[in-house]
C-alpha cells in the first residue's frame, strides 16, 4: 500500500505559487465595481480570493528566487498589492463620476434633501445619483464588463510579471490624470440638465423682479422641480449614452494600464 508523504519544501513551494497572484487579487476584490461592495460579506470575498487565485495562480511566473521572508519578497508584495488596487480603482472612479453627476443635477433641481443610505459606501447618497449609478452597473454587467476585468486581471501576470519593477511614477500618473479624465466626464454628462435649470433659475429670477409680490419660495421649488424631472426624461438618452462611453473608456484604461490588447464594452 502506497503512502501519500509531503514534504516542507513542496508545501512552501506550493504556498508561494499561491501567495504571489492572491495579493494581486485581494487588492483587485478590495477596489472593483460591485466585488468590493460593503453588502457583499467578508466570507464571500475570501472565497472569491482564494477561488481566483486557485484559477489564475497557474498564470503567474514567480521567480524562483524570490523568497517572501526577503527583502525583495516585500517588495514585490507591495507591488502585486498596489498593482490590483489600481486594476480595480480605474474602473471603480468611473462609477463614483457617475454619482457625482446624479448629486450635481440633484443639488440644481432642488432634490438635494432626498437622500438614501448608500449601503455600498455606507454614507447618504442622493436619490438620483443612486438611480444613475444603478443604471450604470446594470449596463456594466449586460456588456459583461465584470468578465473583462478579471480578464485584464488574468492577462496582467502576463505582462506584468510578479516581481517584475512595474510600479512606478508613470502608474501613478496615468491614474491621477485617468482621476481628473473620469470627474471630467461625470460633469459633463450633469452638464446639460444643470445648463437648464439654471435657465429656469433665471427666469424664475426675472419674474421675481418683474413682480416682487410673487412668492418665489412657493412657486420657485416645484416649477425648478418639475423642470428638472422634464429635462431629465428629455435627456435620458444622452445621459445612457454618457455613461456607456464612461464605462467603455474606463475597461479600455484598465486594457492599457496593464498593457492588454484594447478591449471595447460595446
Not at 450633469?190 to 409680490?213: D, F, K, M, S, Y
Not at 449614452?241 to 492599457?256: E, F, I, K, P, Y
Amino acid at each position: 500500500m502506497q503512502t501519500l508523504s509531503l514534504e516542507v519544501a513542496d508545501v512552501s513551494a506550493w504556498i508561494s505559487r499561491l501567495w504571489w497572484p492572491m495579493l494581486r487579487i485581494g487588492g483587485f476584490v478590495a477596489t472593483a465595481p460591485l466585488m468590493s461592495s460593503a453588502v457583499v460579506p467578508p466570507r464571500v470575498k475570501i472565497v472569491l480570493n482564494l477561488a481566483l487565485g486557485a484559477l489564475l495562480a497557474p498564470l503567474a511566473q514567480v521567480p524562483a528566487d524570490l523568497s517572501v521572508f526577503s527583502g525583495r519578497g516585500v517588495v514585490a508584495a507591495c507591488q502585486e498589492l498596489v498593482t490590483g488596487l489600481a486594476i480595480g480603482t480605474v474602473v471603480q472612479l468611473a462609477f463614483e463620476s457617475v454619482t457625482l453627476a446624479g448629486q450635481v443635477i440633484s443639488m440644481t433641481m432642488g432634490l438635494g434633501f432626498a437622500t438614501l443610505v448608500d449601503p455600498e459606501r455606507g454614507a447618504n447618497t442622493a436619490v438620483l445619483g443612486q438611480f444613475l449609478m444603478i443604471i450604470a452597473v446594470l449596463g456594466y454587467l449586460a456588456v459583461n464588463g465584470h468578465l473583462v476585468l478579471i480578464g485584464a486581471l488574468a492577462h496582467s501576470f502576463h505582462t506584468l510579471p510578479v516581481g517584475g519593477a512595474h510600479v512606478d511614477a508613470n502608474l501613478f500618473w496615468s491614474m491621477a490624470r485617468w482621476g481628473a479624465q473620469v470627474f471630467e466626464t461625470g460633469l459633463l454628462i450633469a452638464l446639460p440638465a444643470v445648463v437648464a435649470l439654471i435657465i429656469v433659475n433665471l427666469a424664475l429670477g426675472v419674474v421675481t423682479r418683474a413682480a416682487p409680490q410673487l412668492n418665489i419660495f412657493g412657486i420657485g421649488f416645484p416649477i425648478t422641480l418639475l423642470a428638472g424631472f422634464f429635462v431629465l426624461f428629455v435627456g435620458i438618452d444622452a445621459i445612457m449614452l454618457g455613461m456607456s462611453d464612461l464605462v467603455d473608456d474606463a475597461l479600455l484604461a484598465v486594457s492599457q494600464l496593464v498593457a492588454s490588447p484594447a478591449v471595447s464594452a460595446r
